[in-house]
């Protein structure tokens, strides 16, 4: 495997369902975000992770609880979700560097989440 | 705070033809500026980057100007092909080496006709 890789791709829960969505980067990078991607809107970032601690978690509802083990894995425990959640969820990586090195984000396919 | 802003389309241009697509930004700081392509059904890849004023990005024959005076990063390319239709993501990213996450615009949708 290469890149960055997520599973699942597609996932369809219930409102009072738990799941999880993982995501691992092969990159050897040292920093790791969750994004949410809706349909007219921009792409919204979640959470930040670097080196493995948290760094930024923009508003997001408790319902989504991010995990970073390690530098080379990311989840996103769901529960309780809500239809408007529905939407890609985008997971990418990143090489955290020196002043100026402007840091080139690298994705994932992205898991395609509907929440009924 | 930090925001971007790019034209929304979508665009439809016919093959061969110039294709520009204007992003402008604000941000606090000194942003590293980004275009992003999203092909169906994928994630977002980098097309082109640039991290200084007056820097030009280039890759595929698509090229964008880092232009402080006018905060813009607009995107061109000479001859799109069918191939190029995508949507196409203006992003910036203000704290050079930290772990930051990028700030997008609403995507374009660029479709090119034979």
């Known amino acids: 495997e290469t890149g960055v890789t997520q599973t699942p791709r597609h996932l369809v829960m219930g409102m009072t369902n738990k799941k999880s969505l993982k995501c691992e980067q092969h990159?050897?990078?040292?920093?790791m975000y969750w994004y949410k991607q809706s349909a007219k809107k921009p792409l919204e970032l979640m959470f930040v992770?670097?080196?493995?601690?948290?760094?930024e978690n923009n508003s997001v509802p408790s319902r989504f609880s991010p995990e970073c083990p390690n530098s080379s894995h990311l989840f996103l425990h769901l529960h309780t979700l809500q239809p408007e959640d529905s939407a890609l969820y985008l997971c990418?990586?990143?090489?955290?560097?020196?002043?100026?090195?402007?840091?080139?984000?690298?994705f994932g396919p992205g898991t395609r989440l509907l929440v009924l | 705070g930090n925001s971007v802003t790019q034209m929304e389309g979508p665009v439809t241009l016919s093959e061969e033809a110039f294709l520009t697509i204007n992003c402008t930004y604000t941000?606090?700081?000194?942003?590293?500026l980004f275009w992003y392509v999203q092909y169906p059904g994928e994630g977002l890849q980098l097309l082109l980057k640039?991290?200084?004023?007056?820097d030009k990005g280039s890759n595929k024959g698509f090229e964008a100007t880092y232009r402080k005076e006018t905060t813009s990063f607009h995107l061109e390319k000479g001859s799109v092909q069918v191939s190029d239709s995508a949507v196409y993501f203006c992003?910036?990213?203000?704290?050079?080496?930290?772990?930051?996450?990028?700030?997008f615009g609403k995507g374009t949708h660029l479709i090119i006709q034979p």
């Open positions: 992003a910036l990213s203000d704290r050079g080496g930290g772990a930051d996450g990028l700030t």
């Open positions: 992770y670097s080196l493995e601690e948290r760094v």
């Open positions: 990159l050897g990078h040292n920093a």
């Open positions: 990418a990586s990143s090489q955290q560097g020196g002043q100026g090195t402007g840091e080139t984000q690298y």
């Open positions: 941000a606090t700081g000194y942003p590293s």
């Open positions: 640039a991290t200084k004023a007056d």
